[in-house]
């Protein structure tokens, strides 16, 4: 096993590296995949480090549900307990609004598990969580503002990769490189691999709404006038999501902020009053649904997941 050890680099043979870092494992990427795949090797002894971007797990609407075999999971590495100390709703089923009333699609109480209910906590306090249990171990080491930018290849192995801090550039040399940096992965571009999309031909729209005292708990959805909602249940404020067809928001743009809190007030009629809280396009993020896979997933030294 490789010892997680730092050294210097040499400027003259590395291009200006400040240092070079050796550990077992490299993983890029701090979402749900990359930092319960460190958690468990941290557990298992594998020396792993563990790299995010961003300063923080800190995300506008990351997706915030935790199902049932991810609690499963939790209970088996003995973490279920804590977890569920942190500020969480459960949902045992989903009931949809439509211009024919209502009906329940979903009804997670009938599922064969200990944990019959989709637990709703924010992304960034999951990872916290997940993060600071990895760091428990002397093997595990986390590194924040770790933009990676190229792929240390040496004989058709990837050795490693190289990453730029605010305090320069890095190097970590790694018997095994994951990359798990999500839908628009760079490591994925950087090894090479073509991705075939299979996406739904829609976008959503994301954006905070007051919440009252007296709502309830949870999520809801509605359906209708050919237009799709759903409202999550962030404690302090409904997080938004507004189904839109794929690439039709510039024109919906174009006609207006007001235009976006119109149509959405005659799918919710409830939700009408709170919508003057939407003032500007910039309190509205677009997220681009996208669904892909690659045929193939790993090179020598190298695998992608999540």
């Known amino acids: 096993m490789a010892d997680m050890a730092t050294e210097r680099a040499n400027p003259q043979v590395t291009g200006g590296m400040r240092d070079v870092t050796r550990t077992t494992c490299c993983v890029v990427g701090g979402g749900p995949a990359g930092a319960v ?82 637990t709703m ?33 040496e004989d058709g192995v990837i050795r490693g990769v190289r990453y730029e801090a605010e305090d320069g550039w890095h190097e970590v040399r790694a018997v095994l490189t ?19 999309k299979t996406s739904p031909p829609m976008d959503v729209l994301w954006f905070k709404l007051p ?44 006609e207006g902020i007001e235009s976006l809190r119109r149509s959405f007030a005659e799918l919710i009629p409830e939700f009408a009053d709170r919508l003057e809280r939407l003032e500007d396009w910039k309190q509205v993020s677009l997220l681009s649904v996208e669904s892909s896979r690659c045929p193939r997933w790993y090179r020598p030294g190298l695998s992608l997941i999540g």
């Open 37 to 118: 795949l460190s958690l468990l090797l941290a557990r298992k002894g594998v020396d792993v480090t563990l790299l995010e971007a961003h300063p923080d797990f800190d995300r506008e609407f990351r997706g915030d549900t935790i199902h049932p075999s991810v609690m499963e999971i939790m209970e088996q590495l003995g973490l279920v307990g804590r977890l569920l100390e942190l500020r969480h709703t459960e949902i045992s089923s989903a009931t949809v609004q439509t211009e024919a009333g209502p009906f329940r699609p979903l009804d997670f109480s009938r599922l064969d598990t200990k944990y019959p209910y989709i």
């Open 121 to 153: 906590m924010p992304q960034k306090d999951f990872l916290e969580f997940i993060t600071g249990e990895a760091k428990r171990y002397p093997n595990f080491r986390l590194v924040m503002e770790a933009r990676v930018r190229e792929l240390v290849e």
């Open 178 to 196: 994951v990359g798990a940096d999500g839908r628009g992965s760079r490591m994925r571009r950087l090894a090479g691999f073509e991705p075939i």
């Open 211 to 254: 919440r009252k005292p007296e709502d309830p708990e949870g999520a809801m959805g509605f359906v209708g006038r050919g237009h799709i909602a759903i409202l999550l249940d962030r404690f302090d404020y409904w997080q938004a999501g507004y189904v839109i067809p794929k690439g039709t928001f510039p024109e919906l743009r174009h």
